[in-house]
Antibody, heavy 123, light 112 residues
Framework: QLQLQESGPGLVKPSETLSLTCTVS??????????WDWIRQPPGKGLEWIGT???????NYNPSLKSQVTISVDTSKNQFSLTLSSVTAADTALYYC???????????????WGQGALVTVSS | DVVMTQSPLSLPVTLGQPASISCRSS???????????LNWFQQRPGQSPRRLIY???KRDSGVPDRFSGSGSGTDFTLEISRVEAEDVGVYYC?????????FGQGTKLEIK
C-alpha cells in the first residue's frame, strides 16, 4: 500500500517561491508506469490539478500554472517535489501529492493521496 | 480544457434515501484506447479526497456497494442507493482523458 507524505514551509511571502516535497513509501517512485502528481485546493474551494511527472522525469503541467510550476523527481530519496514561483495570495491552498498508475491498457488516477500540506502566502 | 459541470451543487438527503449526482463534460471522455477515464471522489470533512469510482462504473476496493457509477460519452451519474451518515461530504467528478485533468465544482451532500 503506497503512502505519500507532503512536507515543506507552511508560510511563503508574496513573490517568493513555494517548495514542497512528497515522500513516497510502500513502493518505488521509479516503478514503470508510475506518475506522480500535485493537486491543490484553496480553502473552502474545489480541486485543481497542477501537474504530473513520470517515473523517468517527463512532465506535464496545467497551462494555467505552467509559467510558475516545476515538478521534479529524486529517485534516490523516493521523493518528488513541487516548486511554484512568484506566488500570490491566490496560491494559498492545501497542496496534495497523489499517485497515478498506468499499464499497457489502463490508467488509474489518484488512487493514493497524501494528507495535504497547507501553504499560506502572506507577508 | 475539458469543463466538468456537476449538479446539484448542494444535495440535502434524508438518511436511508437515495441520492444522485450528475456530471457532464464539455467533450467526450472516450480516450484513444477505448476507455472512458471518468472518476468520482469523495471528500469527507477534514480529510483528503478518496476515489470511489474509476472508469465510469468500477468501484474501488472497500467502497460500499450502495455507491454506483454510470454513464457514457459526456453524461455521467453517481448514485447512492441509501444514504448513510458517513456519506456526508463533497463529491467530485474528474476526467483523466485529456490534459489538463479537470474536476467538477463539487457537490456537497448533507443530511436533512
Amino acid at each position: 500500500q503506497l503512502q505519500l507524505q507532503e512536507s515543506g514551509p507552511g508560510l511563503v511571502k508574496p513573490s517568493e517561491t513555494l517548495s514542497l516535497t512528497c515522500t513516497v513509501s510502500g513502493g518505488s517512485i521509479y516503478s514503470s508506469g508510475s506518475y506522480w502528481d500535485w493537486i491543490r485546493q484553496p480553502p473552502g474551494k474545489g480541486l485543481e490539478w497542477i501537474g504530473t511527472i513520470s517515473h523517468s522525469g517527463n512532465t506535464n503541467y496545467n497551462p494555467s500554472l505552467k509559467s510558475q510550476v516545476t515538478i521534479s523527481v529524486d529517485t534516490s530519496k523516493n521523493q518528488f517535489s513541487l516548486t511554484l514561483s512568484s506566488v500570490t495570495a491566490a496560491d494559498t491552498a492545501l497542496y496534495y501529492c497523489v499517485s497515478v498508475r498506468s499499464n499497457s491498457s489502463d490508467w488509474y488516477f489518484f488512487d493514493f493521496w497524501g494528507q495535504g500540506a497547507l501553504v499560506t502566502v502572506s507577508s | 480544457d475539458v469543463v466538468m459541470t456537476q449538479s446539484p451543487l448542494s444535495l440535502p438527503v434524508t438518511l436511508g434515501q437515495p441520492a444522485s449526482i450528475s456530471c457532464r463534460s464539455s467533450q467526450s471522455l472516450v480516450y484513444s484506447d477505448g476507455n472512458t477515464y471518468l472518476n468520482w471522489f469523495q471528500q469527507r470533512p477534514g480529510q483528503s479526497p478518496r476515489r470511489l469510482i474509476y472508469k465510469v462504473s468500477k468501484r474501488d476496493s472497500g467502497v460500499p456497494d450502495r455507491f454506483s457509477g454510470s454513464g457514457s460519452g459526456t453524461d455521467f451519474t453517481l448514485e447512492i442507493s441509501r444514504v448513510e451518515a458517513e456519506d456526508v461530504g463533497v463529491y467530485y467528478c474528474m476526467q483523466g482523458t485529456q490534459w489538463p485533468y479537470t474536476f467538477g465544482q463539487g457537490t456537497k451532500l448533507e443530511i436533512k
